[in-house]
Structures are given as C-alpha cells and as structure tokens.
T-cell receptor, first 116, second 117 residues
Framework: AQKITQTQPGMFVQEKEAVTLDCTYD???????LFWYKQPSSGEMIFLIY??????QNATEGRYSLNFQKARKSANLVISASQLGDSAMYFC?????????????FGTGTQLKVEL | GAGVSQSPSNKVTEKGKDVELRCDPI?????LYWYRQSLGQGLEFLIY????????KSGLPSDRFSAERTGGSVSTLTIQRTQQEDSAVYLC???????????????FGPGTRLTVL
C-alpha cells in the first residue's frame, strides 16, 4: 500500500482564490510528522509546513494551512489567496518516528497552476 | 547563510561508467540525506547519515550504489557501472536534528541531474 497518496496529478486555480491539495497517508506508527514541500520548475525543494501527529491544532504558516484530520488520515494543504508564484509541484511527505528514523516518504505530487 | 550545495549540477555519462555526486550540507546540520527523483515522480529515499551512527542504507536500490560522509560534513554518492535506469535527479538534504521535532525539516540542495546514455 502507498504510504502517501496524492490523488490530484494536476490542479488549476484562479489568482486570489483558495485551493486545497489533497494528501492521505497510511501508517501504524503512533508518532509521525507530515510535511509539505513546494518544487518550482527550477527544481529546488522548499519546505512549506509541518504537522506533528500529536499536535492538537492545525498548522498554519502565512498563506499555508494544513487541514489535519487524524481519524481520516488526511493532511490536506490549503493555500489561500493564490498567487502566480504559487504555480509549482507540491509534495506531501511523512516521517515515521518508530519505523523510519528521519527519512521522508513522499507522494507523487500535485502540479498546481495559478491562472489570471 | 549558505544552503545545501551539490555538484555537479548536471552529469552526462555513458552506461557502465562510475559517477560521483557531491553534497555539502548546511554548516552545523548533523543529518544528511540522499533522495532520487525520477522524471515526473516523487522523491525516493536512498540513504541517510546521522552524526557518527551507522548510516541507514535501506533505500539504496542495488549494491552499485554507495555513499560516504567524511568528517561529518561533505557526502559523496557513488554509482558504479551506471545503467540507463539510474538517470534521475539526485537530491541531497540536511537537517539540524535527526530526532522528531518541528525544527527537523530537511533543507534540500538544487540536485544533480544525472543522464546515463
């Protein structure tokens, strides 16, 4: 089974609108962390936001927020007020503390295109 | 401050040749990771180093792949007898702590694009 599933290969959103990128995960480890990274066409991986499995509140970082639904094992990224510069590939990743040390398992990504 | 650097940025080689890819982590970061990203795919974990501990090599796809980290800093990923399926972008990352915690995010280098002809 896939540990990280991103079901949206591509998404379009209009500038200034909000967009949600889906991520579901699969783990039996009670302690884990979820990350979102952005990869522009230039190729670098940019850390966006982190959610720990024991965090009581959803993480927020500026225009990014993480809709963490632990029972459903989902960790969707919400980008508010989209900008043209948000056009990029977005990856969801998980770190399993017990089974994985600190290595990250990545999903296949969602290509986001922000349009005027 | 300086981020993670990798060299070369691009490498074209012939099938069967050996290649070495280099990574300079962020100064002070104790953990270093190698990932591989094939075209249009997510990142695939290869190996990680934490301090003086034995590296986690569980992601290396074959014994043609090896890596070392000298002096707890610079790392070299070596691929022997390269195959066409080795063509990918090889990304290095480093982090400050290898235990759990929100300050544990991995900072990535720009990658080395390897093309095996």
């Amino acid at each position: 089974a896939q540990k990280i599933t991103q079901t949206q290969p591509g998404m379009f959103v209009q500038e200034k609108e909000a967009v949600t990128l889906d991520c579901t995960y699969d783990t039996s480890d009670p302690s884990y962390g979820l990350f979102w990274y952005k990869q522009p066409s230039s190729g670098e991986m940019i850390f966006l936001i982190y959610q720990g499995s024991y965090d009581q509140q959803n993480a927020t970082e500026g225009r990014y927020s993480l809709n963490f639904q632990k029972a459903r094992k989902s960790a969707n990224l919400v980008i508010s007020a989209s900008q043209l510069g948000d056009s990029a590939m977005y990856f969801c990743a998980m770190r399993e503390v017990r089974g994985g040390g600190n290595k990250l398992t990545f999903g296949t990504g969602t290509q986001l295109k922000v349009e005027l | 401050g300086a981020g993670v650097s990798q060299s070369p940025s691009n490498k074209v080689t012939e099938k069967g040749k050996d290649v070495e890819l280099r990574c300079d982590p962020i100064s002070g970061h104790t953990a270093l990771y190698w990932y591989r990203q094939s075209l249009g795919q997510g990142l695939e974990f290869l190996i990680y180093f934490q301090g003086n501990s034995a590296p986690d090599k569980s992601g290396l796809p074959s014994d043609r792949f090896s890596a070392e980290r000298t002096g707890g800093s610079v790392s070299t990923l070596t691929i022997q007898r390269t195959q066409q399926e080795d063509s990918a972008v090889y990304l290095c990352a480093s982090s400050f702590l290898a235990s759990g915690g929100r300050h544990n995010e991995q900072f990535f280098g720009p990658g080395t694009r390897l093309t095996v002809l």
